[in-house]
């Protein structure tokens, strides 16, 4: 094993120049989120379609994304992988389970954690997000504990 993690390692310096600066509707969102416990989508009032996450433009008729909607945080997953290492190279005694959601009546998808048994895993499973409690939630996307089977 520990010839697996010696082989695994990158010594790696590495200088990036990159930001990454929340637009006003994502801060909006992400203030939802850790006050209510509730999801905000982009909204294109000339397509009538959401997007979460929330972009700068519609990808439909590309006019600026200026309003945003409540959306359920109940969706659809798309597809998902098991990590068996952790960011150290260490074997986990128990996978975690990685998901690429859509949340249901939007357009977009993004990766969360999942409390679902190994056993339920399919494409296609319908989820819901469980938050952390209000005192333990940053304002951000991790605000969303993980997601489990929905019902």
């Known amino acids: 094993m520990e010839a697996i993690k010696e082989k695994l390692k990158i010594k790696q310096e590495l200088i990036l120049n990159y930001?990454?600066?929340?637009?006003?509707l994502e801060e909006k969102n992400f203030i939802e989120l850790k006050e209510n416990g509730e999801l905000?989508?982009?909204?294109?009032?000339?397509?009538?379609?959401?997007?979460f996450p929330i972009l700068?433009?519609?990808?439909?008729c590309g006019i600026p994304i200026k309003e945003l909607k409540k959306v359920e945080s109940s969706g659809v997953l798309q597809s998902y992988?098991?990590?068996?290492?952790?960011?150290?190279?260490?074997?986990?005694?128990?996978?975690?389970?990685?998901?690429?959601?859509?949340l249901k009546g939007t357009y977009g998808t993004f990766y969360h954690y999942l409390n679902i048994?190994?056993?339920?895993?399919?494409?296609?499973?319908?989820?819901?997000?469980?938050?952390?409690?209000?005192?333990?939630?940053?304002?951000?996307?991790?605000?969303?504990?993980?997601?489990i089977l929905e019902g």
Request: aromatic share 14%; glycine share 4%; proline share 3%.
């Open 19 to 24: 930001s990454h600066v929340n637009s006003d």
């Open 40 to 51: 905000l989508a982009g909204f294109c009032f000339n397509c009538k379609k959401l997007f």
């Open 56 to 60: 700068l433009n519609c990808v439909f």
């Open 81 to 102: 992988t098991l990590l068996y290492l952790n960011k150290f190279a260490e074997r986990l005694i128990e996978p975690l389970v990685l998901g690429l959601i859509k």
């Open 117 to 147: 048994p190994l056993d339920f895993l399919k494409i296609n499973l319908e989820i819901k997000a469980v938050f952390k409690e209000k005192e333990k939630r940053k304002g951000d996307i991790t605000d969303i504990k993980y997601f």
